[in-house]
């Protein structure tokens, strides 16, 4: 092999690698590491795909209080606050879970094969572990569907559920059907 074909394949190898390292990064949330919403949005289509026979459980969590926090303690402990609950996500998740940075100081939680009582048990041990760690609290919403049912419903019943835990703060709420 000649010097330019050999330079010609570590270039071609240089690009493959950049490229398999960008679309990684492109899926990534800058700040926490953990998956972004285009990640997310791939993981649906995934689990549409797959069908999981089972259970799927969405919780939606939203940090109490962030601005009153940034404003006591400043943007860059708001900033480390965001990877401290990024990290017990990610730390919790199971291989099949998805933890998502879903925006702001709201973090999505995609539990295929559990219940709401399994991920209900879960929500609570990473608040305890984050209100030790950090001090800063969080509401919850959990919603629960057939995984074949389309994600977007049991992602629209977790946040509904959310937005009645935001009323009173620091707690769980999990969505009833009507």
């Not at 919403?141 to 074949?148: F, N, P, Q, V, W």
Request: proline letters at 2%.
């Amino acid at each position: 092999m000649t010097g330019v074909a050999l330079l010609e394949a570590a270039v071609i190898v240089w690009l493959a690698v950049s490229l398999l390292l960008s679309r990684r990064e492109a899926g990534r949330d800058p700040l926490t590491g953990l998956a972004n919403r285009r990640a997310a949005d791939a993981w649906f289509g995934r689990m549409l795909r797959r069908r999981y026979n089972g259970r799927l459980t969405a919780v939606v969590l939203d940090m109490d209080h962030v601005k009153q926090y940034n404003d006591t303690r400043g943007h860059q402990a708001g900033d480390q606050l965001l990877r401290s609950v990024a990290r017990v996500l990610g730390e919790n998740a199971r291989k099949t879970d998805l933890a998502v940075r879903w925006g702001g100081e709201e973090f999505l939680l995609m539990l295929p094969r559990t219940n709401e009582a399994e991920a209900e048990h879960l929500v609570e041990r990473m608040r305890k572990v984050i209100r030790q760690n950090t001090g800063a609290t969080f509401s919850a919403g959990i919603a629960e569907g057939l995984a074949d049912k389309p994600v977007h419903d049991i992602l629209h019943h977790a946040d509904t559920a959310l937005y009645q835990a935001k009323v009173r703060r620091d707690c769980t709420v999990r969505w009833v059907a009507a």
